[in-house]
């Protein structure tokens, strides 16, 4: 009983979608082995990248430092919104669904009328979760002018840019002059904080990963350096997850995001990728990475 | 258990709906077409509504569709198959803004990566085979990622037609973007 009050008071709830439009809303427990996320121990589904490598990510922290329960809300949608939008209807409906220690949104169709709900359905729930969101959830946060709400944000540079632009509604949209390589990241932070588009603490995921706090750079983190993690498709994605788990698990939040991006680094260094390299060779790493990392390696 | 087995295809009974801080606009060249464009999109369960431009994009048709503009895809892709192509699509916050156009690419070893927005396309150098995609957002990047990748630049099926979202419309750029920098082989 008392073991499962400390996993309850560790809990991390994720909401987000699986690349299959014929999945309904499903929620429950999740578990991660050799590449497969489980739900409820019903349904399963590859760990490839978008909210599943999240998952996989997640787990594997919790599982090997903190043991918190791990939860998800899912749909499939394919891109046209109906499988983010029955997600959206069912935690407004079910709002116990969002009574956890931390709540990540993450892969959802981005619409600001739905958006305005969940934070209506959120101003309810005591004490209020910490608020993580990345991918096309942190979007519709910075659309709606509620950036500020939110406790952590995961930007790559792309992402940054927009955040920077007050006038782009979407990242296509983002102005040439902030995309431009010479920028330095820290004036597209500060620009993004100054027009009210950022949350309470941002972990910039780039060459060089930047620790922000309240609109101040803290840290910098870039070893192990490892370039391909740029262009596999999850890296991004296992970065939220990790911190998101380490928050979950009662560290802090400054201390939980210099940890997952050596963490994330370290199981891309071990994992020894090339640009082909699938999202779960990371994912497998994690355990070895976060252990070494702990240890004072890096 | 086989994965996804447990499940039936639904119909999808939720119609989208507007995003009123995120829309779009498309003009057309004429208020026959806004009008044909109106039906069309709202028989199609989209709630969209026409309105008067602003005056940085009067050009004589004083009338506009206005849609929630991360379908931007989508709605040009229905409107394309009734024959009706607009003359330009942009935001309602900022009319001048003009799609990401600015390319990063970058080379590791074999591959080449190219970075449009927030999306990035990865591929090897003397076969043009897709190896990885990442970045994005909307919640199409994992589906279209899952028909691209092991395909060329040129079987891969575009963003443009497979995928709906402003995510995806960047990742068609890149796509275009890559098949300019690698020639084809021979067959």
């Known amino acids: 009983m008392q073991e499962q009050l400390e996993r309850e008071r560790k809990s991390l709830t994720v909401v987000g979608t699986l690349p299959f439009p014929e999945v309904p809303v499903i929620t429950g427990d999740v578990e991660y082995s050799n590449g497969i996320i489980t739900i409820s121990g019903r349904w399963t589904f590859p760990a490839q990248r978008g909210t599943a490598a999240l998952l996989g990510a997640a787990y594997e922290v919790l599982k090997n430092h903190g043991g918190g329960l791990l939860r998800a809300v899912l749909a499939g949608d394919n891109g046209q919104g109906y499988g983010s939008r029955a997600i959206y209807r069912y935690l407004v409906e079910n709002p116990d669904v969002i009574r956890t220690n931390v709540l990540v949104f993450h892969y959802l169709f981005p619409d600001v009328d739905w958006h305005g709900k969940i934070i209506i ?88 990963d930047h620790i922000v706090v309240q609109g101040q750079l803290v840290a910098t983190i870039s070893e192990p350096n490892v370039p391909e993690l740029e262009a596999i498709g999850g890296t991004g994605d296992t970065l939220t997850g990790i911190v998101s788990a380490l928050v979950a698990s009662r560290l802090e939040i400054t201390d939980a995001m210099v940890l997952a991006a050596k963490t994330n680094r370290m199981a891309g260094s071990l994992a020894k990728p090339t640009v082909a390299t699938p999202i779960t060779n990371l994912i497998e790493k994690i355990p070895y990475a976060l252990n070494k990392v702990l240890g004072g390696a890096v | 258990m086989g994965i996804l087995s447990v499940f039936k295809r639904k119909k999808n009974l939720l119609k989208p709906e507007q995003s009123s801080a995120s829309e779009g606009m498309l003009v057309f060249e004429n208020t026959s077409e806004v009008i044909k464009a109106e039906r069309v999109l709202k028989d199609a369960g989209y709630n969209v509504r026409v309105m008067g431009p602003p005056p940085e994009l009067r050009t004589g048709c004083d009338l506009v569709v206005v849609f929630p503009i991360v379908i931007q895809l989508q709605v040009i892709r229905l409107l394309k198959a009734e024959g009706l192509e607009p003359v330009k699509t942009v935001p309602v916050s900022s009319p001048l803004l003009s799609p990401v156009s600015l390319f990063h690419v970058k080379e590791f070893g074999d591959f080449i990566m190219v970075r449009a927005a927030n999306m990035k396309l990865s591929f090897e150098k003397g076969s043009g085979l897709i190896v990885n995609i990442s970045g994005g957002g909307c919640p199409d990047v994992p589906f279209v990622a899952a028909q691209m990748i092991g395909k060329t630049l040129w079987d891969a099926p575009s963003p443009r037609e497979i995928g709906y979202t402003l995510c995806a419309y960047a990742l068609s750029l890149a796509l275009e973007h890559g098949k300019s920098l690698c020639p084809r082989p021979q067959a």
Request: charged fraction near 20%.
């Open chain 1, 121 to 208: 359905a959120l101003e309810k729930i005591s004490p209020r979760p910490i608020l993580i969101a990345d991918a096309g959830f942190m979007y519709v946060a910075k659309m709606s002018g509620q950036a500020s709400l939110y406790d952590l944000f995961t930007p790559d540079v792309g992402e940054l840019a927009f955040l920077a632009d007050e006038e782009a509604p979407h990242p296509f949209y983002t102005r040439g002059f902030l995309l431009h390589e010479n920028n330095r990241l820290f004036d597209l932070i500060e620009r993004a904080y100054s027009h009210g588009n950022a949350a309470k603490n941002l972990l910039v995921k780039a060459a060089v």
